[in-house]
């Protein structure tokens, strides 16, 4: 899977990579050394459209505006404490977030901060604080932040006085931002607007179909919600679980089906069907054709 030609982060994708990289390297604070090596220009628009902007708290508004044009994770929220801003995450349903995917997310802020803020030596962040638990190099990251950082927190978040917000950038245009945010609007009325318990719900069921515990009884489990709740969270959206699942299956049938190496035997068994009869039954109705009829009207050309 090439990560360039991704929309956007797949955020479980990301996570399992980070995961990965982490057990193999078995490095202190690695969160923060990943950090450094990220650029705005990385981000693609929403990382010119902050760089675009006046000051400071102008980029913080662009990126918490459009932040699910690159990435499907925790919600980025803006709040003010009293003289402080918080910039931080809603909590990511299914505990989906690591300790390296919350000190990314975090020290990137501080390092578009280093890189692109005008005297950014006099920048000072109020407080750090993190949902992981205390590791044991606490100084690593009181040094890289310059200030107080907390652990075992109610939530990801940094904390910054009101006045920091008015500092200006180096490379503020409003004339190439407004062009910006035209074409950011755009991009953005193509994604679903759907909630992280969607996000969460499909991961899920992606995982159950494999390991055949598709019931809504195990999903909701997996997702620390009952039945109940689970039911009542897709009735808001006019859905019922089997209408979820099956749309689900559908898009991952389509998917198998590009794949010349699997059989139609295995792509039933991968989405859950005893039988592949059924399979292929349920394929038509979706799509009005048969799976061979589709994968024929949709392989890609020799």
Known sequence: LAIQ??????????????????????????????????????????????????????????YHDYHRLIYDGGLLQLQWQGDYLSIGWVEVPFHLNTQLTDEIAIALM????????????????????????????????????????????????????????????????????????????????????????????????????????FQIEHIAEQMNFSVRQLQRHLQKQGKTYQQCMQEIRCMMAMQYLKDPHLSLQETAMLLGYSEQSAFQRAFKQWTQLTPQQWRQQNMPAA
């Open 5 to 62: 030609n991704l929309e956007r982060f797949d955020f479980a994708l990301w996570r399992d990579l980070l995961t990965t990289l982490d057990q193999q390297l078995q490095r202190p604070a690695l969160g923060l050394e990943i950090a450094q090596l990220v650029e705005a220009k990385h981000l693609g628009i929403i990382g010119y459209l902050a760089l675009s902007s006046e000051t400071l708290g102008e980029a913080f508004m662009r």
């Open 110 to 213: 501080t390092e578009f901060v280093k890189a692109n803020v005008q005297n950014p030596h006099g920048v000072q962040l109020y407080e750090v604080h993190f949902q992981h638990a205390m590791p044991k190099n606490i100084a690593l990251y009181e040094q890289y932040f310059g200030c107080k950082v907390r652990f075992s927190q109610a939530r990801n978040q940094v904390l910054m006085h009101v006045s920091e917000l008015s500092r200006p950038l180096k490379q503020g245009d409003q004339s190439l931002q407004k062009l910006l945010m035209q074409q950011a609007k755009a991009l953005l009325e193509k994604f679903p607007h759907s909630t992280l318990i969607d996000q969460q719900l499909q991961q899920a069921i992606l995982i159950g179909l494999q390991k055949n515990l």
